[in-house]
């Protein structure tokens, strides 16, 4: 296998019979109806859920998360999913939201982009009793109105509905996170730079790897960057880059057959030699001996 597929929802849509707005969101009533993976798929939707019963779990990005009851989970686009499984009495709901419709919903949203993120490092989250009660109420009026295909306004009132949601799940990340004694008082601008400089890292990582780059693409010096991203995230921007290098050749030395100079290639390294010193450099091991492991 040279190529990690991803996860396809017209492909999950035809399978199931659930309700849905064309391609854009599927909403599964019951949790196990998610393919329970037997190889790798990467994320080119957003998975928002809640487990009520039972147990389950998954890898991203090769890092192992349980699931328990009041638990709520976000998986965001451009992830790797290596395996998900469920004990036979989990039961919950969860919502696939395609990329195109998830950037409408937050044409809606005002500093929600910085949770997101928050929650790409914690991607599952406990909830109190009323935060359950209050997302459960909203995915069943979701669910109501994505079967009522004959009303007029289903997809308008569904992302409304979802902008509402993703605000008190917003919420409830940063009381995980406070709570946890992660920063969140930090000032909006530092947070909006912040914000800005991972979607960079997210969409240029395997071809730029240098904090000037970055910081000549958002109008500011490598100094004022560094300073903000170390205030904001307690890591460096170089610690961002190395993670988001590093964790897409540990993907690819895992989940596929590549040669290790075809994963330098991809990732623009000048030679497999330059990649191995990197990754060394970086994990403890060389890739040759990271892929014995595996």
């Known amino acids: 296998m040279n190529k990690i597929e991803t996860v396809s929802l017209d492909r999950l ?9 064309g391609d854009d969101l599927l909403f599964f009533e019951d949790i196990q109806m998610i393919p329970q993976l037997d190889e790798p798929r990467r994320m080119n939707c957003i998975i928002i859920g809640i487990c009520t019963e039972g ?57 929600m982009s910085s949770l997101f993120l928050l929650a790409r490092e914690h991607p599952i989250f406990p909830l109190n009793s009323i935060e359950i009660a209050k997302l459960k109420q909203y995915l069943d009026i979701i669910r109501e109105r994505l079967k009522n295909e004959d009303y007029r306004f289903r997809k308008e009132v569904v992302r409304l509905l979802l902008v509402t949601m993703i605000y008190d799940i917003g919420s409830a990340i940063m009381r995980v996170m ?48 560094s300073e903000i991203i170390s205030s904001t995230s307690k890591r460096t921007p170089n610690d961002w880059i190395d993670k988001y290098v590093t964790t897409e050749i540990r993907n690819q030395l895992s989940n596929t057959n590549k040669k290790i100079s075809e994963i330098a290639e991809d990732l623009h390294f000048p030679s497999q030699s330059f990649l191995g010193k990197y990754f060394r450099e970086n994990v403890g091991m060389s890739p040759s001996e990271y892929r014995k492991k595996k």
């Open 13 to 21: 849509r035809e399978k199931h019979e659930i309700p849905s707005i």
């Open 55 to 111: 147990e389950g779990g998954y890898t991203l990005n090769e890092n192992r998360f349980s699931i328990k009851p009041g638990d709520a989970l976000i998986l965001t686009e451009g992830q790797i999913v290596n395996e998900i499984w469920m004990s036979d009495n989990t039961k919950g709901y969860a919502m696939l939201i395609s990329r195109n419709y998830i950037d409408e919903v937050f044409k809606e949203l005002r500093d």
């Open 178 to 225: 406070n709570n946890s004694g992660h920063e969140g008082n930090t000032n909006s601008k530092a947070k909006r730079c912040f914000v800005q400089f991972i979607q960079l890292v997210e969409q240029h990582y395997k071809k730029e790897r240098r904090v000037s780059w970055y910081a000549n693409q958002m109008g500011l010096t490598p100094k004022y960057l």
